[in-house]
């Protein structure tokens, strides 16, 4: 058993799913929101009998393998070694890695030294003497720059550089990370000089979910000797890199990720400042998000810890349209979320340090969002005037027409018309209008036609699907003797069913040569290639049926003849086409008058059934 196989035969697949995605049991297999892209209806199954998993919604799929690297976008490599120390497997010897997860893995590596280079000037450093006074009267405990690994970037133009250049890294691969800058100028007869990025300032470590450092956030010190016009921007990040990306990092999720899965809840505050603070305060499941706009890459991050984010930002959400884009992208996602209203107008910071109590009361006295949009807008305009009802509905309902699930919005139209004293028709037809405008409220399946697939493949792969998790030995029996075989078009499909006649075929020697049907056994005779094909049928979500044998054949009967009669329509047309391009003479026209007669019966007499 090579490296691979071994791992595989230690670990469970739902195990492994079941840290990141809430999975419910469906028949033999698990479903769950898919953790890839966002989806209010699972559709992401994962089956212990394949071990493997597939996503109906956007097409992937693999093993444990491909899981890994697809969660944790790194290489193969690097699922191997994670899987294998997970499994407690000794590797036979490292798998070869490509030179973009080289380039990564050096990325990971010296920004992990510089980290360790900023943790030290400003914890045991005199150069670090003022960062650590700043952080010192911040309320920053020592424990806490430790956990988080906050470091201090020295005032000088190279300092990083030498010390990583003394190291042996090389100068490309320095910038490549966004440690160190190229300088355009001459200076000393030279002209390719660095300088770092980072100087003089607090500076926080970015780590990915796993734990590795991605960049960094610099925060300078706050200094009255610089003149108007030269002072410098109060944040600066890594810029984007292989390994850093900005949409995809969720300040202290490694961290806190444990308290969020434990409390069912992210509380998603601004700066990395909010989350030290409020750690230190009792507040263990808060991250930052780098301002108030949450991506699609911040929800699947955080989705896989839990459904439900509370916002306790600085900046006003209700006035803030990328904070309101980011709400509607977590929307989407099926996320529950809440807003907390800081007390005395304080950012979460100012309120751990001086109230924690208050800020957890906040944060326990968090009121659904859409409530939050509706009461700021009252709050702000008078609503017993025209304008400021206007004012109201202006800002609320484009707010209300993203909401997808109807029971939700109808609650807040009528929300709506008592807090503005106008009829729950008038403001429905208003937000038909927006809808309208602004192409929303069209049916799901106009708005993403299933345009790669047509229906006659789909109801071959569903027939795949009752044919392998069903009776397989019986079914396809009656396969075979329908003489539908032939007709299979979908080219994965078919081929499939051409290995399971050789599978099937009786087994020399075997117990009165009868047929037996194991599907580990049917995988690995399949080619690769075949696997996402075979994965999707399998896993097909037919437990409402498969409980019932009534029921369930049924259904396999149904699907055959609706199969037979795409077939029939099929032929009646090719036949049709054919005799009108081919010009036939009359003793052509009778044969095909009959051909033509038997296929018409043969197609009517399956509507017939139909309708039984």
Aim: hydrophobic residues 35%; charged residues 30%; proline residues 3%.
């Amino acid at each position: 058993m090579n490296d691979i196989d071994e791992i595989k035969s230690r670990l469970n697949i739902v195990d492994i799913v079941g840290k990141s995605v809430k999975l419910k049991k469906t028949g033999r297999n698990f479903k769950g929101l898919c953790p890839f892209h966002n989806e209010k209806t699972p559709s992401f199954i994962v089956s212990p009998d394949r071990q493997r998993f597939h996503c109906f919604g956007c097409g992937r799929g693999g093993s444990i393998f491909d899981l890994i690297m697809e969660l944790h976008h790194i290489e193969f490599a690097e699922a191997l070694e994670d899987l294998a120390a997970l499994a407690g497997v000794t590797l036979a010897r490292r798998p070869e890695v490509t030179q973009e997860g080289k380039l990564k893995e050096k990325l990971y590596e010296v920004n992990h030294l510089a980290s360790e280079f900023y943790h030290y000037i400003l914890t045991k450093h005199a150069l670090g003497g003022r960062g650590l006074l700043y952080l010192k009267n911040r309320g920053v405990s020592e424990k806490s720059m430790k956990t988080f690994m906050l470091g201090y970037s020295p005032n000088s133009w190279d300092g990083l550089y030498r010390f990583l250049r003394k190291k042996g890294y090389e100068e490309e691969l320095l910038e490549k990370a966004g440690l160190i800058i190229r300088s355009t100028k001459n200076y000393k007869g030279k002209t390719n000089n660095y300088y770092d990025r980072f100087r003089g300032r607090v500076m926080f470590a970015l780590h990915d979910h796993r734990g590795n450092v991605a960049g960094f956030a610099g925060r300078t010190l706050e200094s009255k000797s610089l003149p108007a016009g030269r002072q410098e921007a109060k944040y600066i990040n890594t810029q984007e890199t292989p390994v850093y990306v900005k949409s995809n990092i969720v300040y202290a999720l490694n961290i806190t990720k444990d308290a969020i899965q434990k409390e069912n809840n992210a509380v998603v505050m601004e700066g990395e400042l909010d989350v030290i603070s409020s750690f230190q305060a009792g507040i263990p499941n808060a991250v930052a998000i780098k301002g108030s706009a949450l991506t699609e890459g911040h929800v699947r991050l955080i989705r896989r810890f839990t459904d439900r984010l509370t916002f306790a930002l600085d900046s006003d959400l209700a006035g803030d349209a990328a904070a309101r884009r980011g709400i509607e992208v977590a929307d989407s996602a099926g996320l529950e979320m809440r807003v907390v209203t800081i007390p005395a107008g304080k950012d979460p910071d100012e309120a751990a340090r001086e109230s924690p109590s208050l800020l957890k009361k906040a944060i326990a006295d968090a009121v659904p969002v859409y409530d939050y949009f509706l009461s700021s807008a009252v709050k702000r305009y008078d609503a017993t005037t025209a304008y400021g009802k206007k004012r109201i509905s202006d800002e609320f309902l484009p707010i209300l027409s993203k909401i997808e699930n109807s029971i939700v919005k109808n609650h807040y139209v009528r929300q709506l018309s008592h807090a503005i004293a106008t009829s729950e028709e008038a403001i429905s037809e208003r937000l038909d209008r927006i809808n309208r405008e602004s192409g929303l409220g069209r049916p799901q399946d106009a708005a993403e036609p299933e345009t790669h697939i047509t229906r006659p493949e789909k109801l071959e792969l569903y027939l795949l699907a009752l044919l392998l998790q069903g009776n397989t030995v019986e079914l396809f029996e009656e396969l075979e003797d329908s003489g539908l075989l032939p007709d299979f078009t979908r080219p994965a499909v078919h081929k499939i069913l051409d290995f399971l006649i050789g599978y099937l075929a009786p087994k020399t020697g075997g117990p009165e040569g009868k047929r037996v049907f194991l599907m580990k056994d049917f995988a690995d005779t399949l080619p690769t290639e075949l696997h996402t094909t075979l994965d999707e049928a399998f896993m097909w979500d037919i437990s409402d049926i498969l409980s019932d044998d009534e029921h369930f054949l049924r259904e396999w009967h149904n699907s055959l003849r609706e199969f037979k009669k795409i077939i029939l329509r099929k032929n009646i047309q090719a036949l049709t086409k054919r005799h009108r391009g081919d010009g036939a003479k009359q003793s052509e026209s009778v044969s095909f008058q009959k051909e033509l007669t038997g296929l018409t019966d043969s197609l009517r007499e399956l509507e017939k059934e139909s309708q039984i």
